[in-house]
């Protein structure tokens, strides 16, 4: 049972390659300012079906963090679906999520400990975003306890090569 790429797996496609990012992460620094945050993320292919992406920076609290980010489609549900973990936290994000109408954004929807960190859950959106083929953004928000989404991250990252 081999299945074919299909469009949707294209999309995810276009993430293959070398990156460096920068950005942002609000609401952790002194009197509430935004911390800085910088690395690089190295994305290849699995069977044109899978990418997977991995990534080495600096966190906004100065220390080394590596992340590995999972994406891909799957056909029965028509949902694109993946993980994402980072080494500064036990917790395993699952992903499910879907195209905008034009085409050009990825929203995954992931539940996860709240900022509280008195042991609740939050809902989350990881929004990935393409500005031609060779820069794009990944933003986050969380829902607060009255349904409002408050964005709290986002990087931009510049293509360094095309393949891996």
């Given at each position: ?59 906004p609290d ?14 029965k549900s ?33 539940e996860g ?52």
């Amino acid at each position: 049972m081999y299945e074919q790429p299909q469009s949707e797996h294209q999309w995810i496609h276009r993430l293959v390659g070398e990156w460096a990012y920068e950005g942002e992460c609000g609401g952790g620094g002194a009197e509430g300012e935004s911390m800085k945050m910088t690395g690089t993320e190295s994305v290849r292919s699995l069977g044109g079906l899978w990418t997977i992406g991995e990534g080495t920076g600096k966190s906004p609290d100065g220390n080394e963090s590596k992340t590995i980010m999972t994406l891909g489609y799957d056909a029965k549900s028509g949902r694109f679906v993946g993980t994402f973990i980072v080494s500064m936290m036990t917790h395993l994000w699952p992903y499910v999520g879907s195209l905008d109408a034009t085409g050009t954004i990825l929203t995954l929807e992931s539940e996860g400990p709240s900022f509280a960190g008195d042991g609740t859950t939050s809902k989350y959106l990881d929004i990935i975003e393409f500005q031609g083929e060779n820069q794009r953004t990944l933003s986050s928000k969380y829902q607060d306890g009255e349904g409002n989404w408050i964005p709290f991250m986002k990087s931009t990252y510049r293509r360094i090569t095309s393949e891996s």
